[in-house]
């Protein structure tokens, strides 16, 4: 990494609850927390948002949700959000051979037409020398109304946030999935 957490003891005491929640959910404090808990401020604004991104009543199903992260994170080429990513969707009940397919999604006959139009959206809106075209939008239109499609905006927009931040700063993969790793 290139800036290192500070002491758990350093961290202001209203953020020791996060990490608690972390070292349940995940059985340690993600590194990545550590480092945006830095700025506290930034750091409470960023678990505001992911948690109303990540909720249950998201008009985005859960494999959906977690495939688009996957992706993004692989285009950015942050192992730490590929790998944490990478083993929430296998809990949520995808193949390991569908993740594994998943840098070659349009190739793959393991994704739905559905999903295949949202990662192809996350890949346009993520891609700085692509941007997203009418073709593609219209895509997503035949299967996501208009909420739903802000919803995986926001979504995409979120991931992009949290990849390029671990990225520029060589958060590494903590051992979340044993998958091998995307080059």
Not at 89 to 104: C, D, H, Q, T, Y
Not at 114 to 124: E, G, I, P, T, V
Not at 134 to 159: C, H, M
Request: net charge positive; with cysteine.
């Amino acid at each position: 990494m290139r800036i290192n957490p500070k002491e758990h003891s350093d961290y202001p005491w209203y953020l020791r609850p996060f990490f608690w929640n972390q070292r349940r959910k995940y059985g340690i404090v993600l590194e990545a927390a550590l480092l945006w808990a830095r700025s506290p401020k930034l750091f409470l604004g960023v678990v505001i948002l992911y948690g109303m991104i990540d909720r249950k009543r998201s008009p985005l199903n859960p494999v959906l949700r977690s495939l688009v992260t996957v992706l993004v994170s692989q285009i950015n080429s942050c192992s730490f959000c590929v790998d944490l990513n990478s083993a929430i969707l296998l809990k949520r009940g995808v193949s390991e051979a569908m993740v594994e397919a998943l840098p070659n999604w349009r190739e793959s006959d393991l994704f739905e037409p559905s999903q295949k139009a949202a990662l192809c959206y996350a890949d346009a809106v993520t891609k700085y020398d692509r941007g997203v075209d009418n073709k593609i939008f219209a895509e997503l239109q035949k299967y996501f109304d208009d909420d739903t499609i802000v919803e995986l905006t926001g979504l995409i927009a979120f991931q992009n946030l949290s990849s390029k931040f671990n990225s520029a700063l060589d958060v590494p993969a903590q051992g979340f999935c044993q998958l091998p790793p995307v080059s």
